[in-house]
T-cell receptor
Framework: GAVVSQHPSWVICKSGTSVKIECRSL??????MFWYRQFPKQSLMLMAT?????????EQGVEKDKFLINHASLTLSTLTVTSAHPEDSSFYIC?????????????FGPGTRLTVL | AQSVTQPDIHITVSEGASLELRCNYS??????LFWYVQSPGQGLQLLLK??????LVQGIKGFEAEFKRSQSSFNLRKPSVHWSDAAEYFC????????????FGSGTRLSIRP
């Protein structure tokens, strides 16, 4: 199946710094990507929908100024956690939509574990 | 509003036994339904999906799920589990295409008894 990668797979940063997470679709073009957040032993919560060339759509309760999303190309979306704090520590997962008629499904990346000290 | 309920937080079954994980959904239109599996510290792997047609869907790793509109259910089954099936299982619902956001249930953790 299609492959979606995330980089880095894990990151540790100091409180107050910013962290950028990349999500790439490796063998297909993704006009739409999604960012999720998962707390330990909990489900995935959708944070935002990222559309190539336009502004992201954020879910209710997600701070758009804190979680900056950029979808500058058909294969890359980035999530930047600005001024990170320990409560931002979480597992961040992206998914990318493969819109080709033969598949038309979302593929998930392996996730990025963020720890803010 | 869209929602997915997985009533079982944790299930333990013996290796070789059959498995059924429950999922109920609430959706205003015809739903797209999914089952994903997540191993510890890993991303999600799609087991199967239902969009339309035959209500019994076959997936990977020997899993199947049955869509029952009258019960708003999409339960996952496997006739004989293997130790490698131990993981977290998520049921999810989306709109009519993969461009739509997917709403996940709270997950069911499956443990396998040797």
């Amino acid at each position: 199946g299609a492959v979606v990668s995330q980089h880095p797979s894990w990151v540790i940063c100091k409180s107050g710094t910013s962290v950028k997470i990349e999500c790439r679709s490796l063998d297909f073009q993704a006009t739409t990507m999604f960012w999720y957040r998962q707390f330990p032993k909990q489900s995935l919560m959708l944070m935002a929908t990222s559309n190539e060339g336009s502004k992201a759509t954020y879910e209710q309760g997600v701070e758009k100024d804190k979680f900056l999303i950029n979808h500058a190309s058909l294969t890359l979306s980035t999530l930047t956690v600005t001024s990170a704090h320990p409560e931002d520590s979480s597992f961040y997962i992206c998914s990318a939509r493969d819109s080709r008629p033969s598949t038309d499904t979302q593929y998930f990346g392996p996730g990025t574990r963020l720890t803010v000290l | 509003a869209q929602s997915v309920t997985q009533p079982d937080i944790h299930i333990t079954v013996s290796e070789g036994a059959s498995l059924e994980l429950r999922c109920n959904y609430s959706y205003g239109a015809t739903p797209y339904l999914f089952w994903y599996v997540q191993s510890p510290g890993q991303g999600l792997q799609l087991l199967l999906k239902y969009f339309s047609g035959d209500t019994l869907v076959q997936g990977i790793k020997g899993f199947e799920a049955e869509f029952k509109r009258s019960q708003s259910s999409f339960n996952l089954r496997k006739p004989s589990v293997h130790w490698s099936d131990a993981a977290e299982y998520f049921c999810a619902v989306g709109a009519f295409s993969s461009a739509s956001k997917i709403i996940f249930g709270s997950g069911t953790r499956l443990s396998i008894r040797p």
